[in-house]
């Protein structure tokens, strides 16, 4: 049987409420250019917006006029979608806090996470969002999915629980040491 062979998320479609708290909140207060909108072709009378979340994707909402924004918890049950993140550099990241307190959306503050930091909240709707920085910079040629393998193989040899900074720099160094030749491994 043959797999079928993803290249990258195409774009992610929420259900939102109305169209000025949609572009208020995805272009407003995370910065993500509103693109281009147009009906949703299954069900006209519903609004479709497009928003770039800066790596030339696309994140969608479905907006309808009868529908305002309602901060409750959605959903997180079996099936269901649990949060959204979005990939942020290390100074946004350090904004983040005082920039959502300025917009009065509550947050977790900063999470750590091992190899990256987290900050949650939630969208107008209730949807749970996650700004998640690395805490590193993979060397050139490798992607963040390479480095997190290869520090996913060391902390299993090490029998620890989760990675950790001490396995990204093994992994960076192994990686590194894979494709930079040198006279003193030869």
């Known amino acids: 049987m043959q797999k079928l062979q993803s290249q990258g998320v195409h774009h992610i479609t929420i259900t939102g409420a109305d169209r000025q708290s ?18 949703n072709l299954d069900e006209p009378s519903i609004g479709h917006l497009y928003f770039d979340p800066g790596d030339g994707r696309l994140i969608t909402v479905f907006t309808s006029e009868d529908r305002t924004p309602k901060r409750q918890i959605v959903d997180q049950s079996q099936g269901y979608l649990h949060h959204l993140a979005f990939n942020v550099s290390k100074v946004s990241f350090d904004q983040a806090v005082e920039r959502l307190k300025e917009h009065r959306i509550p947050n977790s503050g900063p999470v750590d996470r091992g190899f990256m930091d987290s900050l949650y909240f939630r969208d107008p709707c209730g949807m749970l969002i996650e700004l998640a920085c690395y805490r590193f910079e993979p060397p050139q040629g490798y992607t963040h999915t390479h480095v997190l393998h290869r520090a996913h193989l060391i902390r299993v040899a090490a029998a620890d629980a989760s990675i950790d900074k001490v396995h990204l720099a093994d992994a960076i160094e192994a990686l590194t040491a894979e494709r930079a030749p040198s006279l003193t491994r030869v």
């Open 22 to 39: 949609t572009i208020d909140f995805w272009e407003g207060v995370l910065g993500m250019p509103f693109v281009f909108e147009q009906p």
